[in-house]
């Protein structure tokens, strides 16, 4: 497995891992095992490692992605083709078509939001709405790093069904529980006058009930690949039935996206949001991403009704100070604060990474976000 030379290849520490995820992705479309488990093992992999160039990442990643001795051949094609290419895009092999392209040359934002081919938003993926208990279950319950892409279509449909009977459901609690409040007596007695001073109905006093506001922080990152595509669409279903919803994308910069979110076809939406986000799949730095936003927006959409919703998996690649910092800031500012992590969804997941380890102490609620079923229990967070 001969290397390049040096120059041929810019050797970026903040995209490697998106790259990973990404080539993680394209040996999974080939045949090899690459869902979630061995992707964090490769990323781990790397990480131990401090890979320098693309000779020894070719001989770890090997390591990982390969079980058999046909899969250790097959991955010196697949290695080649994704990594040895001058404009650094994974080449389609010429004896298997392959959708999982991570370039440039197609943009790593339209490949993030389903854009580039096999989009759910074309007119051909119109099909018809997803029928039967056991479908609905399956939808809900598969985890989006194994999701196919013609499951795309269905779940966002059932994301956006699902999201509006959650905003019902709680627009009915709040109504049942304004029932309950004191008995305005002065009321109640003009009112029993025509009826000759018979307290037939009572006259409540009712209080303003304040709706809870939502700010969702969304990890766009490379290690965020593979989940990204489905937070994003479920972040779209929310804005379509809560009104007060505001969404910040993030990985080493902060993109308000709340406005593109609010257009009318989920298709004009991920259109726009592939030209306002610049850094999909590019290095994580949560901390610092959370700082830009306390101080640009904090004042402005953080308040004692707010439940503020951070989606990332917590591979921050800051000084974890920073980040217990800027938590600590939003944490005052707000009612609550939900810290939802994909990797959650794996039965050995254990939150060791330095970001996620020091940030737990600041959140109210740390919980999963890897399918669809997990995502609406934030129900019972607001």
């Given at each position: 497995?001969?290397d ?7 050797w ?5 891992a998106?790259?990973?995820?990404a ?5 999974r479309?080939?045949?090899l095992?690459?869902?979630?488990q061995r992707?964090?093992?490769a ?6 490692l401090?890979?320098?160039d693309r ?8 390591a990982v992605?390969c079980?058999s001795s ?9 290695y080649?083709a994704?990594?040895?290419?001058q404009?650094?895009a994974?080449h389609?092999m010429?004896?298997k078509?392959?959708?999982a392209?991570s370039?440039?040359a197609?943009?790593d934002s339209l490949?993030l939001v389903g854009l580039d081919?096999g ?8 099909g018809?709405m997803?029928?039967g208990a ?13 999701a196919?892409k ?9 994301a956006?069904?699902l ?11 709040l109504?049942i529980e ?7 007596l ?6 029993s006058?025509s009826r000759g001073?018979?307290l037939?109905?009572l ?6 009930v304040q709706?809870?506001?939502?700010v ?15 937070l994003?669409?479920?972040a779209y279903?929310?804005?379509k039935?809560?009104?007060?919803v505001?969404?910040f994308?993030?990985s ?5 996206v709340?406005d593109?979110?609010?257009a009318?076809?989920l ?7 592939s030209?306002?986000a610049t850094?999909w799949?590019s ?13 640009a927006?904090g004042?402005?959409v953080?308040?004692?009704?707010t439940?503020?919703?951070i989606l990332s ?6 000084a ?8 600590q800031?939003t944490r005052q ?7 939802l992590n ?11 990474t330095r ?5 737990l102490r600041?959140?109210?609620?740390f919980?999963?976000?890897?399918n669809l079923e997990?995502?609406?229990?934030l129900?019972?967070?607001?």
């Open positions: 497995m001969e390049l030379k040096p120059n041929a290849w810019a970026q520490p903040d995209r490697l998106g790259k990973i995820v080539f993680c992705r394209f040996v479309s080939n045949g095992s690459g869902g979630m992707t964090l093992a990323l781990e992999a790397a990480k131990l401090g890979i320098t000779q020894t990442l070719g001989f770890a990643l090997r992605l079980s046909e899969e250790w051949q097959t991955f010196e094609h697949l080649r994704f990594w040895f290419s404009d650094d994974a389609t010429a004896s078509p392959v959708n392209t370039g440039r197609r943009g490949v081919h989009n759910a938003s074309s007119p051909r993926s119109e018809k997803v029928s056991s479908s609905q279950q399956r939808l809900k319950t598969v985890d989006f790093s194994e196919q013609t499951d795309l279509a269905d779940l966002e449909r059932l956006l069904r999201s509006h009977q959650m905003s019902a459901r709680l627009s009915r609690r109504k304004d029932l309950g409040n004191h008995v305005d002065r009321r109640s007695i003009r009112r006058i001073g018979d037939i109905s006259a409540f006093q009712h209080r303003k709706k809870k506001k939502l969702i922080f969304l990890d766009i990152s490379g290690s965020m690949n593979l989940y990204s595509l489905y994003v669409r479920f279903a929310l804005h039935h809560f009104k007060r505001h969404t994308l993030f080493t910069g902060v993109v308000d709340s593109v979110l609010r009318r076809s298709a004009d939406a991920l259109r726009k949001l030209q306002r850094e799949s290095g994580t730095r949560i901390g610092g991403s959370l700082r830009q936003f306390n101080r927006h004042r402005r953080l308040t004692r009704n439940v503020f919703v998996d917590g591979w921050d690649t800051g974890p100070e920073l980040l217990t910092a800027e938590l800031t500012r707000v009612q609550k604060l939900v810290w994909p990797l959650l969804g794996l039965k050995k997941y254990q939150p060791i970001g996620m380890s020091a940030a600041y959140v109210d609620v919980a999963s976000a890897h997990s995502l609406l229990a129900e019972t967070y607001l």
